[in-house]
């Protein structure tokens, strides 16, 4: 991996505008999933740099809270051009740690900086209310204010767009952050805080550090000075993090897991649908929290829409992400292929039939062979587990009610689709899928001017959007008495 801008790998904490070592910690490695090479030292930091982070944020909130919006977003703008110049780096590092084709870590940067972009126009758009009041000698003003120190913690799927729209929406209203990456992916983080220090950010704004991730979310979490923690992740976590921040009352937003239904009805667009499935289902090896996790297909087509899919999942290229020519790379770790593997011999012992890429040979034990599992029932795993690989298993379904039922037979209620060129469908089912976001006749749901978030188990608050500037702003009434004294 040769990058043009060698200022970009770092392997230090950036904490307080300083970047520094783990003071007892030493280091931890860094490793290509694609083919177990070391790529990096990060340093391994504990409790005592996370509370150095949290006293650099809050001692850095009250001057970038006071600055004005417009300077605010011409900051934020500027890290936004940064990165950009920065792509083609970016994407090599994010394709090191993380494994996805570099096609596809081009796209998630950009991604990512949409966000950036856009909190930086939004920073000017934070409004009050005049409120009518109840007597004439009252007036009832309502402010908007940033919540203090945010802590973010992010996943590994999506290293850089996951922590760019935490933290720009928080910058834009005010906020600093203290930001926790996944190990397996410190590396893009770290990057982002080298840029940002590029652009302007103050000293203290923006901290990021890794390392032994239980002291310092323990540190976070704890911490009075933090007033809101922003968490991506799994629903199990989410939990605990929830049920810790009640110790001192902080905002929380949280996007866990989710269990998405891709329903196609017998009058979609059949070429469309499985598009739209394959654009769902198989980027980023099916790492992500918003991918088709359970194909439900009305029995009318559903030998012709599994026909079509086969044709185009039998022609995926599997390989290193780094080479230019593969499709899906490999899953994070060992762990995680064994874990889709099981899922898929789980599914296959309870009479579901596979078909899957022609002629795989794995390239390595992290690379799972993409396979559609078809008559895939509710008694097997696949129906009922975030599937986090390339699987796709496919339902069949009688009737729209039926469809409904089988989709929201689940705790989560992160994403849904649905394919159906019946307006009257669009709407009716819509409205009963229990979920925070539904993509009609279209896979490919997230981007920053939508609010991206889920409901049930799949947690609260959303990203994206004018609403997502909401998530770090508190309300502040001011009641004005003796106006006609």
């Not at 004005?68 to 703008?77: D, E, M, N, R, S």
């Not at 740690?97 to 934070?126: D, N």
């Not at 976001?437 to 001017?449: K, L, Q, T, Y």
């Amino acid at each position: 991996m040769r990058l043009e801008n060698d200022r970009l790998m770092r392997s230090q904490a950036f904490v307080g505008g300083v970047w520094i070592d783990a003071a007892a910690n030493g280091t931890f490695s860094v490793e290509n999933p694609a083919n177990g090479e070391v790529i990096a030292e990060v340093a391994h930091c504990g409790g005592d740099e996370a509370r150095r982070a949290v006293e650099a944020a809050k001692r850095a909130f009250p001057k970038w809270r006071a600055l004005p919006a417009k300077a605010k977003g011409v900051v934020l703008q500027k890290w936004a051009d940064l990165i950009k110049a920065n792509l083609d780096d970016l994407a090599s590092l994010l394709t090191a740690e993380q494994g996805k084709p570099l096609a596809e870590a081009r796209g998630e940067i950009l991604y990512g900086v949409s966000y950036i972009e856009w909190f930086a126009a939004e920073a000017t758009r934070i409004y009050g209310d005049i409120i009518a009041p109840f007597t004439d000698n009252q007036r009832i003003v309502c402010l908007k204010e940033p919540v203090g120190v945010v802590a973010c913690i992010t996943p590994w799927n999506f290293p850089n767009a996951m922590l760019a729209r935490k933290i720009a929406p928080a910058l834009a209203a005010g906020c600093t952050v203290v930001c926790k990456p996944a190990n397996e992916t410190p590396l893009s983080a770290l990057a982002l805080g080298a840029l940002a220090e590029e652009a302007g950010v103050p000293a203290g704004v923006v901290n990021i550090l890794c390392g032994d991730t239980e002291e310092i979310g323990e540190v976070l979490i704890s911490s009075k000075g933090v007033h809101k923690l922003s968490f991506t992740g799994s629903t199990r976590v989410g939990k605990m993090l929830q049920a810790a921040c009640a110790a001192t009352m902080k905002r929380t937003s949280m996007e866990l897991g989710g269990n998405a239904p891709f329903i196609v009805f017998d009058d979609a667009d059949l070429d469309a649908a499985v598009d739209g499935a394959m654009a769902s289902k198989f980027r980023n090896a099916g790492q992500t929290c918003v991918c088709a996790n359970r194909m439900l297909v009305q029995e009318t087509v559903y030998d012709a829409f599994a026909e079509k899919l086969a044709v185009k999942v039998r022609a995926l290229r599997v390989g290193d992400g780094a080479s230019g020519e593969a499709d899906i790379g490999p899953l994070i770790h060992a762990r995680a292929a064994r874990g889709v593997r099981g899922l898929i011999d789980d599914a296959l012992g309870k009479g579901a039939r596979a078909i899957a890429v022609d002629g795989f040979e794995s390239p390595g034990e992290n690379f799972v062979q993409p396979t559609l599992l078809l008559d895939a029932a509710p008694e097997m795993r696949v129906f009922n587990e975030e599937i986090f690989g390339p699987v796709a298993p496919l339902f069949p379904f009688k009737t729209e009610e039926e469809a409904v039922a089988i989709a929201n037979d689940t705790p989560y209620g992160l994403a849904s689709y649905i394919y159906t060129r019946d307006i009257g469908r669009i709407w009716r089912v819509s409205e009963v899928l229990e979920y925070g976001m539904v993509g009609i006749n279209e896979g490919a749901i997230s981007n920053a001017a939508a609010p991206f978030g889920g409901v049930k188990e799949s947690g609260h608050g959303r990203e994206g959007s004018k609403y997502g500037l909401d998530d770090y702003l508190n309300i502040k009434y001011l009641c004005m008495g003796g106006v006609k004294s």
